[in-house]
C-alpha cells in the first residue's frame, strides 16, 4: 500500500516533468496571441441576417448543427474578433481543459485527492495538445474549435453531472431544476454536431441502462436526460441542410468503399496514436503510479462488468466516429474531426486502463520503490518527448520564425481596409501575407486576387466595404 508521505517520483523526475509540462503549456498559450480569423470567421458576422434567420436558413440549406451556428453567430457578431480572436480560442481550450477536469474527478471521486485529480487532467490536456492531429483547425480556429472541442467538452460537463452525488441526493424545485437543465443541455449538445450528438446518445443510453441493473438514485434521470438527448439528435439529423451538405461531398454513397474507408482512417489513426511515444510513457507512469493504484472509487462495485462495459462502449464510440464521416462524406475525414474523435479516443484509452487494473497486483518480488525508478525513467521520458517532438516542435519553429510575421501582415491588412473603407476606396488591395505557421489552419482559407472570391466577399462584409482583393505583386 502507497503511503502519502512517500513519494511517487524521484525528485529530479518530478521537477523536470513540472518544468517540461509548463514549457508546452506555455507554447500553446503563446500560440493563442498569433491567432487570427479565417474565412468561415468572417462569413458568419458578415451575413446580414438576425441570429434566428441565420440559423434557420443554415438549418435547411447547409447543416443541423443549429446550436453551433448560434453560439458562432452570437460571439462573433458582438465581439471584435479582429482584437480578440486570441481570447476567444483560448477561453474555449479552457472550456475543454476544464470538461477533462470535472469528469475526472467524478470519476476518480475521493479515492485520491483533488490536486492528484488536478495534476493528472492538466498532464492530460498537454498530451491531448502534443498529439493532435490539426492543432490549427481544434485548438487555433474559432468555428473549428466550437464544432469540435467545445462539444466534446460541454458533454463532459453533463456526464460529470449525471454521475455527480450532488444531484443524486437533491430534491423537490433543485431536483426540478437539475432535471430541466440537464436535459436542455443534453438537447442543445445534440445540436452542435451531429457525430459527437450520436455519441453523445450512445454513453447515455448505456449509462441509463447501467443505473437500471444497479439500482443508481439518478436511473430515471438518465433515461429523461438520454430521451431528450435523442430528440435532440433526430431535430439535428433531420434538417435538410444535411442532405445538401453530404451531396456536396459524397454524392450517392457508395457503401462498401466507405465501410473500407471507415476501416482504413480507424486502423491508421489508432496505429499512430497507440504507438506514439509520449502516449506510451503517459500510459506507463499513469498505470505505475501507486496512488492511481490504489484508487478504487465507489462507483466500481460488482453489481456491474464495468470491465467490459467500459471497454466495449469506447470501441463503440471509436466505430461510430469513423464511420459516421466516412458514409457521410466518402472521403478522409478533415484533421477537426480526426481531433474530436482523438480526444474520445484519449479518454476511453485511461479509463479503460483505469478499470481493467484495478484487481493487478504487484509480482512477487516487485516492491513499489521499484515502480518508482520504472515511473521516473518514464516520466523523464514523457518530459523529453513533449518538448522536443511533434506539435511542440512545429510550435517552437512557428514562434520564433513564421507566426510573429504573419500575425503582423494581418493587423496591417486590417488597418489597410479600415483605412480604404474611411478613404472610399471601392476595391481595397491588400498585400499577400507571408507563410501561415504551420500549426495554423492550413486550409484554402485566405482572400485571393479575384475580389468576387466568396472568401473576399466575406471579409469584404465583415469591414462593410465594397470589395477586398489580394494584390498581385
Not at 496514436?273 to 493504484?293: E, G, Y
Request: charged content about 15%.
Amino acid at each position: 500500500m502507497h503511503r502519502e508521505s512517500e513519494p511517487a517520483y524521484l525528485p529530479w523526475a518530478k521537477w523536470i516533468s513540472v518544468a517540461a509540462h509548463l514549457a508546452v503549456a506555455g507554447l500553446a498559450c503563446s500560440l493563442f496571441v498569433f491567432a487570427a480569423p479565417l474565412a468561415d470567421d468572417y462569413c458568419t458576422p458578415a451575413n446580414p441576417q438576425s441570429l434566428f434567420d441565420y440559423v434557420a436558413n443554415l438549418y435547411r440549406t447547409w447543416s443541423g448543427r443549429w446550436f453551433s451556428h448560434g453560439i458562432e453567430r452570437f460571439v462573433l457578431t458582438h465581439v471584435d474578433f479582429t482584437q480578440a480572436y486570441g481570447l476567444l480560442t483560448a477561453a474555449l481550450s479552457l472550456l475543454c481543459a476544464a470538461g477533462v477536469w470535472v469528469v475526472a474527478r467524478s470519476v476518480f471521486r475521493r479515492s485520491v485527492s483533488p490536486w492528484l485529480v488536478g495534476s493528472l487532467s492538466c498532464s492530460f490536456v498537454v498530451v491531448f495538445w502534443c498529439l493532435h492531429p490539426s492543432l490549427g483547425q481544434g485548438f487555433y480556429w474559432f468555428t473549428g474549435a466550437v464544432e469540435y472541442q467545445l462539444v466534446v467538452a460541454l458533454s463532459l460537463g453533463l456526464l460529470a453531472a449525471l454521475l455527480s452525488e450532488t444531484v443524486a441526493v437533491s430534491r423537490g424545485v433543485v431536483r426540478a431544476l437539475l432535471v430541466l437543465g440537464l436535459s436542455l443541455l443534453a438537447f442543445l449538445i445534440t445540436g452542435m454536431h451531429e457525430l459527437f450528438a450520436a455519441m453523445l446518445c450512445l454513453v447515455l443510453a448505456v449509462g441509463a441502462a447501467v443505473a437500471f441493473r444497479i439500482q443508481h438514485r439518478n436511473r430515471w434521470l438518465w433515461v429523461i436526460v438520454l430521451v431528450a438527448g435523442v430528440a435532440g439528435f433526430c431535430f439535428a439529423a433531420a434538417a435538410p441542410g444535411n442532405l445538401v451538405r453530404s451531396a456536396s461531398f459524397a454524392g450517392d454513397t457508395d457503401w462498401l468503399l466507405a465501410l473500407w474507408l471507415a476501416f482504413w482512417q480507424a486502423i491508421k489513426a489508432a496505429t499512430k496514436w497507440a504507438f506514439d511515444l509520449k502516449l506510451l510513457a503517459a500510459t506507463v507512469v499513469f498505470l505505475v503510479d501507486p496512488r492511481i493504484r490504489a484508487a478504487r472509487p465507489d462507483w466500481l462495485n460488482p453489481a456491474a462488468p464495468w470491465k467490459w462495459i467500459v471497454a466495449l462502449t469506447w470501441l463503440a464510440l471509436l466505430a461510430v466516429g469513423f464511420a459516421v464521416p466516412s458514409f457521410a462524406m466518402g472521403q478522409e475525414m478533415p484533421g477537426r474531426a480526426l481531433g474530436g474523435i482523438f480526444l474520445v479516443f484519449l479518454l476511453g484509452w485511461f479509463l479503460t486502463l483505469f478499470v481493467w487494473t484495478r484487481d493487478l497486483r504487484l509480482p512477487a518480488g516487485i516492491e513499489n520503490r521499484d515502480l518508482r525508478k520504472i515511473a521516473s525513467a518514464c516520466l523523464l521520458l514523457l518530459s523529453l518527448s513533449i518538448v522536443t517532438t511533434g506539435n511542440a516542435r512545429h510550435a517552437i519553429h512557428d514562434l520564433t520564425h513564421t507566426a510573429p510575421a504573419w500575425k503582423r501582415a494581418m493587423v496591417e491588412r486590417y488597418e489597410l481596409i479600415r483605412d480604404g473603407a474611411r478613404g472610399g476606396i471601392v476595391v481595397i488591395s491588400v498585400p499577400p501575407a507571408p507563410p501561415r505557421p504551420r500549426t495554423f489552419f492550413q486550409g484554402p482559407a485566405d482572400i485571393t486576387s479575384d475580389w468576387k472570391d466568396w472568401k473576399n466577399g466575406c471579409m469584404a462584409g465583415f469591414f462593410d466595404v465594397p470589395a477586398v482583393r489580394v494584390s498581385e505583386q
